[in-house]
């Protein structure tokens, strides 16, 4: 007989704080039988929505949701191993990941979990992987200062910036180090919001201002690496990603996962891409370049041609066939780069970047850019309004220093 699972968030409002606040629990139920477990979160009686199980506070909703996938994640876990599910064996499970570690590396494992359990659904998987080297960084820290963990409710500032010139030492970039610190200070976050400590001891620390330079190829650039001809498969497959991002603005991943399918017909006859972003989910819509076309034009024939790409299996109709690992294509995307002479670091973030400043370049309006490119908020676009500005003002300055020059030459003569 198919057990009953039902999971159900709602808060006591008679064991009230004296802040007003009040626990947010979880009734686990199984096979008619319940038990309940905290949470870790809290809110206001006015803030909770009943029906909905639900606050008005969108990032603590973002964690119940973690919660209620972590208990979901647990129970499939349990139902695969051992067959059958009690509400005893579940709680069991989760009072180890529910209650809130009291040491740093504890509580950075626990936050890494509830990432985890998101991929695919509200997470990316390199969100995720990103995350993973944040809490590595700090494990060595940790390492380093001699120390096998560290009790949260001793940390003061000076471990903020302890870890800042750990990181400093490794000669890592502002803004990556800025990353790293996040973490640490997302972790501290949580910890006050799980009451292992009363407020953030890092909540008054500064960050370096990075400097946001954005890196884009000029169109001769990029002209250059359409005429290359590469011999070698992969360095072949990086140089067409590459180009089709600098005329579409696809994010490396949304590569990776284009079908034909994405590809529409409007009205017109004018074709363009519609898909979501990886990343944030958000639905880009981009016309379809001719170039970009070509290229597409061109991986269809080579798949039809191949015997082994005949049958794609479950309808995965994909564009680019990626044989090799990121890192792979990266590497061999630099050596494409250096064969053409371009100094420019190469990578698939660049690519996008030159497909938002030549798109304002030309003209296209800044709203119509973001929808383009996926953007979940325009200020994400107005860093390529900003360069463009900077291009144009530089250009005007080359222009009157180059005019100065010629009156001056004309006033010696």
Same mark, same amino acid.
């Given at each position: ?5 039902? +999971?159900?968030?709602? +808060? ?6 004296? *802040? ?7 009734? $686990? ?34 964690? $119940? ?21 009690? =509400? ?5 499970? @989760? ?16 936050? @890494? ?35 096998? *963990? +560290? ?121 363009? +891409? ?11 819509? =981009? ?40 890192? =792979? ?39 119509? $850019? ?24 530089? *250009? ?18």
């Amino acid at each position: 007989m198919r057990s009953t699972f039902k +999971i159900l968030f709602y +808060i006591n409002r008679q064991k009230t704080k004296a *802040d007003g606040k009040t626990a947010i629990l979880c009734r $686990i139920t199984i096979d008619g039988k319940s038990t309940a477990i905290t949470t870790g979160e809290q809110c206001k009686s006015s803030e909770w929505n009943s029906k909905q199980g639900l606050t008005t506070d969108k990032k603590t909703n973002q964690r $119940i949701g973690e919660f209620k996938e972590l208990v979901e994640k647990i129970y499939q876990d349990i139902l695969i191993n051992d067959g059958v599910v009690s =509400v005893e064996l579940l709680k069991n499970r @989760l009072q180890g990941i529910a209650t809130m570690p009291t040491t740093l590396l504890a509580m950075s494992k626990a936050e @890494l979990l509830s990432v985890k359990v998101c991929v695919g659904k509200s997470r990316a998987e390199g969100t995720y992987q990103n995350l993973l080297y944040s809490d590595k960084l700090l494990t060595e820290f940790v390492k380093d200062k001699g120390m096998t *963990d +560290i009790v949260i409710a001793t940390i003061t500032e000076d471990l903020f910036e302890e870890y800042r010139f750990y990181l400093k030492k490794r000669g890592l970039a502002t803004a990556t180090m800025n990353r790293y610190l996040c973490w640490l200070s997302r972790l501290m976050y949580r910890a006050v919001s799980q009451r292992v400590i009363r407020c953030n001891p890092f909540e008054n620390a500064k960050y370096e201002k990075a400097e946001q330079k954005i890196r884009f190829l000029q169109k001769s650039e990029v002209s250059k690496l359409m005429a290359l001809r590469v011999l070698d498969k992969e360095a072949e497959q990086a140089r067409r990603m590459f180009i089709f991002s600098c005329f579409t603005g696809l994010a490396i991943a949304d590569m990776e996962h284009l079908q034909f399918g994405h590809i529409q017909t409007a009205a017109d006859g004018q074709k363009y +891409i519609r898909k979501e972003r990886q990343k944030t989910k958000v639905e880009f819509v =981009v016309p379809l370049h001719p170039i970009a076309e070509a290229i597409i034009n061109q991986c269809k024939t080579e798949q039809e041609r191949n015997e082994r790409q005949a049958v794609r299996g479950k309808g995965n109709d994909l564009v680019f066939h990626c044989a090799c690992s990121r890192s =792979v294509m990266n590497a061999k995307l630099g050596i494409v780069g250096k064969a053409c002479g371009i100094r420019e670091r190469l990578s698939y973030h660049v690519a996008r970047h030159t497909f938002g400043t030549m798109g304002l370049s030309t003209g296209i309006p800044i709203e119509s $850019i973001a929808k383009m490119m996926g953007h979940a908020s325009i200020s994400s676009t107005q860093i390529y309004a900003q360069v463009t500005d900077n291009k144009i003002s530089e *250009d005007m300055d080359r222009l009157i220093r180059k005019h100065q020059k010629e009156e001056t030459k004309e006033e010696a003569v």
